[in-house]
């Protein structure tokens, strides 16, 4: 009964392709984020949903853009892969629940990653 | 602005022995401090979170971790290293109205030696 899912765990594509990364939680929580973290392990938030809506966009190039369809799910998408895209890409939720307000201390559940190798 | 340094990006202990992971925080803001762990090929889990209340908090698989404004410092401490706490481990910020932002150190790997 995975909290945060992310498809798929491993994608593997030629630079210029453009490719999507899926996330659903189902813990009902208000905002997601999505995250990079790079070959050295450094973690960076890219982006943040609260309730569909854009609150967070981090200085990430134009060819990422994330999409949530509903609260539960916040997809990514990436135009013109380049080979510095290759990265493990997480997504996280915050709890909070609708109506409640999230807080900043609440805390952030973490998909499993999917790992991006752009060739 | 809000910045973490992890100090050591490597730290090797043998079992039973005293675990000790540094975090110095940076913030502009009353700081709201975390501590999570990666093991290989996963997701992140928390571990513990400082939120203004008690600066010593206490979280799971006998982790602990002591906020010192003075120091600004929120160290991970663990009494007797387990083999399965073999992860790398990382320290993160964030303040009110950030929108849960956090903001990550570089990370800790550590290693149990048997």
């Known amino acids: 009964d995975t909290a945060v899912s992310q498809t798929p765990k491993y994608l593997v594509t030629q630079m210029g392709n453009d490719k999507s990364i899926k996330c659903e939680q189902n813990?009902?929580?208000?905002?997601m984020y999505w995250y990079k973290q790079d070959s050295k392990k450094f973690l960076k938030i890219m982006f943040s949903?609260?309730?569909?809506?854009?609150?967070i966009n981090e200085t990430v190039p134009n060819r990422f853009s994330p999409k949530s369809p509903d609260k539960a799910h916040l997809n990514l998408h990436i135009n013109s892969l380049e080979l510095g895209d290759s990265a493990v890409y997480f997504c996280?939720?915050?709890?909070?629940?609708?109506?409640?307000?999230?807080?900043?201390?609440?805390?952030?559940?973490f998909g499993p990653g999917t790992r991006l190798t752009v060739l | 602005a809000q910045s973490v340094t992890q100090l050591g990006s490597h730290v090797s202990v043998s079992e039973g022995a005293l675990v000790l992971l540094r975090c110095n925080y940076s913030?502009?803001?009353?700081?709201?401090l975390f501590w999570y762990v990666q093991y290989p090929n996963q997701g992140l889990q928390l571990l513990l979170k400082?939120?203004?209340?008690?600066?010593l908090v206490k979280g799971i698989n006998g982790f602990e971790a002591e906020f010192k404004k003075s120091e600004t410092s929120f160290h991970l401490t663990k009494p007797s290293a387990h083999m399965s706490d073999a992860a790398e481990y990382f320290c993160?910020?964030?303040?009110?109205?950030?929108?849960?932002?956090?903001?990550f150190g570089q990370g800790t790997e550590l290693s149990v030696k048997p």
């Open positions: 996280a939720s915050r709890s909070g629940t609708s109506g409640g307000g999230a807080l900043s201390t609440d805390t952030q559940y």
């Open positions: 813990l009902g929580h208000d905002t």
């Open positions: 949903y609260n309730n569909k809506e854009l609150i």
């Open positions: 913030s502009s803001v009353p700081p709201y």
């Open positions: 400082y939120t203004s209340a008690a600066t």
């Open positions: 993160a910020v964030t303040g009110r109205n950030q929108g849960g932002k956090l903001i």
